[in-house]
């Protein structure tokens, strides 16, 4: 399957783009710095910014699914989630494409009452916007005439994956390594479990 990965250079979009290539699609990487930082790889490279609407067009065309593991630049950023997820939205309606999976947090909507007590204590302070910015993502890609899933990740581990992820909207969210979490957004292009659907995800 052909598939652009935006957020490709984070600590999350790095492995699910590795773990994309793994599981033999055909994948490009998206972002502003990925021609250096990507030089060496055998990868298809496509340097832009998520906020320019038109490289964002440019990078969806001609793919079959999209992947999208963006991060806020700072504590206060206000953009790059909600205008990005706009921009992507916008993209793949104009070019037909309609398989979308991306990252967001448990703790956005419903998922409130089952993240632990310090989540809630970070959420409700210095990390109210970020959580604030997931949910507007969820709201703007929430789009009918795509075949979206929303993946509330539980507090994210630089630990090595386990490949044993809960997925769960009942049960309590804990923590996930970034690698379990990239491998659970990659196996969401072959299956229809979770579609249309915000599915928390945790260590099992």
């Known amino acids: 399957m052909k598939v652009v990965v935006f957020g490709a250079t984070g600590k999350t979009g790095d492995h699910c783009w590795r773990k994309a290539v793994a599981a033999n699609h055909d994948v490009t990487v998206f972002g ?3 021609e250096r930082r990507y030089a060496q790889e055998s990868i298809k490279r496509l340097k832009g910014d998520v906020l320019d609407a038109q490289a964002v067009s440019q990078a969806v065309a001609g793919q079959e699914a999209v992947l999208v593991c963006l991060g806020p630049v700072g504590l206060k950023d206000r953009v790059t989630l909600s205008t990005g997820a706009a921009n992507i939205r916008d993209a793949m309606l104009a070019h037909g494409v309609k398989l979308l999976v991306f990252v967001s947090a448990a703790g956005v909507g419903d998922s409130w009452t089952r993240i632990p007590w310090y989540s809630k204590v970070l959420f409700s302070t210095i990390l109210n916007t970020i959580l604030v910015e997931h949910a507007r993502e969820e709201e703007i890609f929430a ?13 994210l581990t630089e630990k090595p994956g386990t490949g ?6 009942t049960a309590t969210t804990k923590t996930i390594p970034r690698e379990d979490l990239a491998g659970f957004l990659v196996d969401q292009l072959g299956t229809t479990d979770h579609l249309k659907q915000a599915i928390c995800v945790t260590s099992d």
């Open 164 to 169: 044993r992820v809960l997925a769960s909207n």
């Open 143 to 155: 789009e009918e005439r795509l075949d979206w899933t929303a993946v509330r990740a539980a507090v």
């Open 32 to 34: 502003r710095s990925v």
